[in-house]
């Protein structure tokens, strides 16, 4: 199965900060990966998926890159209700696979 | 706009088997999609159980060693998740989820806690 490691696993921002998480894949693959963003108490939206792509209604401070073993998501001018956990997924090769999560705090 | 909701027994003895139904409205199961089942044990990450098709076909996780057994009820618009032989380990939310055709699951229910204890 395809391992996917988030770092880092836990992160603490301002309001108005650039941050970056990422996610590593073992072995590697092409541009199936999502990410999700899950909100204490509530179920996993999704925010980006073939690595770069906005999913629609996501504000575009939410961007993704990557490709093959590296990918990255930022998340520019950060804003209080961006406060959850970001989960990466790939979904090219089963077994589907999720990364352990990234907990962001708003300072 | 797909909405999913997830229903089924709060509290299951261990031993016993854990049934869940997911109920789709305002989009038509039979449509060109997987329909999946995601768990999260409390505090941890979220981990994929397998997915469904309208056709029958089915994909699960081989790590969970088939314990688990997907269905679907077009009629009703339903498909279900039996998980035989619950543990403690089982205790988790379980998510049912649209797999878009791109692969990532794009609608999600709002998620049903499942206690196993005696």
């Known amino acids: 199965a395809i391992q996917l490691t988030q770092s880092p696993s836990s992160l603490s921002a301002s309001v108005g900060e650039r941050v970056t998480i990422t996610c590593r894949a073992s072995?590697?693959?092409?541009?199936?990966l999502a990410w999700y963003q899950q909100k204490p108490g509530k179920s996993p939206k999704l925010l980006i998926y073939?690595?770069?792509t906005l999913e629609s209604g996501v504000p575009s401070r939410f961007s993704g890159s990557g490709f093959g073993t590296e990918f990255t998501l930022t998340i520019s001018n950060l804003q209080p209700e961006d406060l959850a956990t970001y989960y990466c997924?790939?979904?090219?090769?089963?077994?589907?696979?999720f990364g352990q999560g990234t907990r962001l705090e708003i300072e | 706009q797909v909405q999913l909701q997830e229903s089924g027994p709060g509290l299951v003895k261990p031993s016993e088997t854990l049934s869940l139904t997911c109920t789709v409205s305002d989009f038509s199961i039979t449509a060109s999609y997987f329909w999946g089942w995601i768990r999260q044990p409390p505090g941890k990450g979220l981990e994929w159980i397998g997915n469904i098709y309208h056709s029958g076909t089915t994909l699960a996780n081989p790590s969970l060693k088939s314990l688990f057994t997907l269905s679907m009820d077009t009629s009703k618009n339903q498909f279900s998740l039996r998980l035989a032989s619950v543990t403690a380990a089982d205790t988790a939310v379980y998510y049912c989820?649209?797999?878009?055709?791109?692969?990532?699951?794009?609608?999600w229910g709002q998620g049903i806690l499942v206690t196993v204890s005696s």
């Open positions: 989820a649209r797999r878009n055709g791109g692969g990532y699951f794009d609608f």
């Open positions: 072995p590697g693959i092409y541009g199936g």
């Open positions: 997924q790939q979904f090219n090769i089963y077994p589907h696979t």
């Open positions: 073939d690595a770069s």
